[in-house]
Antibody, heavy 127, light 110 residues
C-alpha cells in the first residue's frame, strides 16, 4: 500500500524559499500512470491546488503561484519536492502531497482523482 | 472567494439523507469531471467520488455523486455520526488551467 510522507522545515522566514519533500513508500514513484501533486490549506480555510508533476517531468502549476513554484521529482530517491520562493505570511498553511491517477489515449488525458494523501505538514512563515 | 461554490454548512440526523451542492461554470464543472473529497477533523482529505459519480474501492455506497450542467451534488444516505466532516468538490478549470476546489461544506450530524 502506497504511503506518502511530507518533510521539511516548519518555519520559514519571509522572502526565503519554502522547500518540502514528499517521500513515497510502498511502491515506485515511476511505476503506473500517476501524477504527484502539492495542495495547501491555511488554518481554518479551504484547499488550494499548487501543482503537479508527472514522472515524465511534465508539470502543471497554479497560475497564481506559477512564478514562485517549482515541483521536481527524484526517482532514485522515490521522492518529489516543492519549492516556493519569496514566501510571505500568506503562504502559511498545512501542505499536503498527494498521488493522482490518470490514463491517456491518443494524447487525451483521463483523470481519476487524488487517491493517496500524505498526513500534511504545517509551514509557518514568520521572522 | 472560491471558483466552485458550496454551502458553508449542512446538517442532518442519523439515518437521514443529505445533499451538498457544488456550483461552477462552463469552464470547470460544465466541461470536466467533478471530484469529491472528505476531510475528517485533523486529517488529510480522502477521495470520496471521482469522475462525477464513481466511488473508489472502500467507499460505502451510501455516498453518491451526480452532475448536471454546471452543478454537481454529493448525496449521503443513512447518515452516520462518523460522516461529520468537511466536504470539498473539485474540478479542472479550462480557463484558469488549474484544479479548483469549492470552499468546503461542514457537515454536522445532529
Amino acid at each position: 500500500q502506497v504511503q506518502l510522507q511530507e518533510s521539511g522545515p516548519g518555519l520559514v522566514k519571509p522572502s526565503q524559499t519554502l522547500s518540502l519533500t514528499c517521500t513515497v513508500s510502498g511502491g515506485s514513484i515511476s511505476s503506473g500512470s500517476y501524477y504527484w501533486s502539492w495542495i495547501r490549506q491555511p488554518a481554518g480555510k479551504g484547499l488550494e491546488w499548487i501543482g503537479r508533476i508527472y514522472t515524465s517531468g511534465s508539470t502543471n502549476y497554479n497560475p497564481s503561484l506559477k512564478s514562485r513554484v517549482t515541483i521536481s521529482v527524484d526517482t532514485s530517491k522515490n521522492q518529489f519536492s516543492l519549492k516556493l520562493s519569496s514566501v510571505t505570511a500568506a503562504d502559511t498553511a498545512v501542505y499536503y502531497c498527494a498521488r493522482g491517477q490518470y490514463s491517456s489515449s491518443s494524447g487525451v488525458y483521463y483523470y481519476y482523482g487524488m487517491d493517496v494523501w500524505g498526513q500534511g505538514t504545517t509551514v509557518t512563515v514568520s521572522s | 472567494q472560491s471558483v466552485l461554490t458550496q454551502p458553508p454548512s449542512a446538517s442532518g440526523t442519523p439515518g437521514q439523507r443529505v445533499t451538498i451542492s457544488c456550483s461552477g461554470s462552463s469552464s470547470n464543472i460544465g466541461s470536466n469531471y467533478v471530484y469529491w473529497y472528505q476531510q475528517l477533523p485533523g486529517t488529510a482529505p480522502k477521495l470520496l467520488i471521482y469522475r462525477n459519480n464513481q466511488r473508489p474501492s472502500g467507499v460505502p455506497d451510501r455516498f453518491s455523486g451526480s452532475k448536471s450542467g454546471t452543478s454537481a451534488s454529493l448525496a449521503i444516505s443513512g447518515l452516520r455520526s462518523e460522516d461529520e466532516a468537511d466536504y470539498y468538490c473539485a474540478a479542472w478549470d479550462d480557463s484558469l488551467s488549474v484544479v479548483v476546489f469549492g470552499g468546503g461544506t461542514k457537515l454536522t450530524v445532529l
